[in-house]
């Protein structure tokens, strides 16, 4: 098999500030795995969080990828990656590139789409996704929230986390009054004391908020879990969420946990967390990092395991290369097309590409052969 990256800057259609930070842009580092003429496709994406710079993604796809040449098609590939024979020592984020490229490639390969090759034919390809209002002035929220709601979304998630907790709920207030039916999330990305989310988490419970993200600060799982179990609202953890041994510690004692493919290493990963919480009474949510379709895609092909969905980060670009999964209606679905089922745009405006390549289908160019 032969590989090669590209990499271009997702720009988004306004900034997104969250508890801890500000965000107008990321780069994705897309990897390309070639073999008897077909290609899969996989993405990455920059993360602060997570410690992963531009220079750094390439650099690790660019062996990720060298590294593949040694085996003779995706499906061996694949079957030393799930059984943790291959890559294990790299990010998750890039160990879910890896694995979203070689499930392409596979499903192409087979003429199936990704989800009839892991087995989930039976469950649901579509589902209503939330989408994001960031921390910003209550009439903006508000403004958001009715604009949303008249495109059909029926779930909208509200960041908070400022630095006054009042108007985090002022905010919630507003889009509550501007969304009536809609079913709101929040999400304070650890932002809270334990003492404050004991006093906050009743008010928004009174304004009908249906669950809460990571209220309080990553880092003591203990903790986060003694507050769910007092909490008038279900506590989906996430960022004390990350792997399969994280998840193992929560289960049972959080409502949800939060799993992100480019956070617990990829579908595989996720299906593990998603068996190993089963009838333990804590629910699937799958999220998402600021990403294209692209990235994404994988995703939306385990939508019938979760209970909630949170598959915008597309959603938030100015423009998405990529095409496939829809979610402009409040709803992600699954092409039915073979592999991820997503296809690069004819034009691209505003996902430039930052490593001097001309942007051209993802199937055509040809830099950066590993």
Known sequence: MKARQRTVRLELAEPLRISRSTMAARDAVWLTVEHAGQYGHGEAVTSGYYGLDTATLQRLLHEAGQDLARFADPESALSALCEEEYGHHRPAAVRAAVESALLDLRGKRAGLPLHRL???ATTRQFAATARTVGIVPVERAAAQARCLADSGFSIIKIKAGAQDPEDDVERVRAVRAAAPTARLLLDPNGAWTVPQAR????????????????????????????????????????????????????????????VKLAKCGGVHAALRIASLIEGSGTELMLGCLTASTLGLAPAVHLVGRARWIDLDGHLLLAHDPW???????????????PGLGVRRRT????????????????????????
């Open 118 to 120: 892991l087995d989930a």
């Open 199 to 258: 006093e906050l988490l009743p008010r928004f419970a009174d304004l009908t908020v249906e669950a809460v993200e990571q209220p309080i600060a990553p880092g003591d799982p203990e903790a986060l879990a003694r507050l769910a179990e007092r909490s008038p609202l279900p506590v989906i953890a996430d960022e004390d969420a990350v792997d399969h041994e994280d998840v193992r510690r929560l289960a049972g004692r959080v409502r949800g946990v939060n």
């Open 323 to 337: 095409t496939g999964i829809g979610g402009t209606d409040g709803v992600v679905r699954t092409s039915g097309r």
């Open 347 to 370: 034009t691209a405006a505003g996902a430039g590409a930052v490593d001097g390549t001309a942007d051209v289908d993802g199937e055509e160019h040809r830099e950066d052969v590993a």
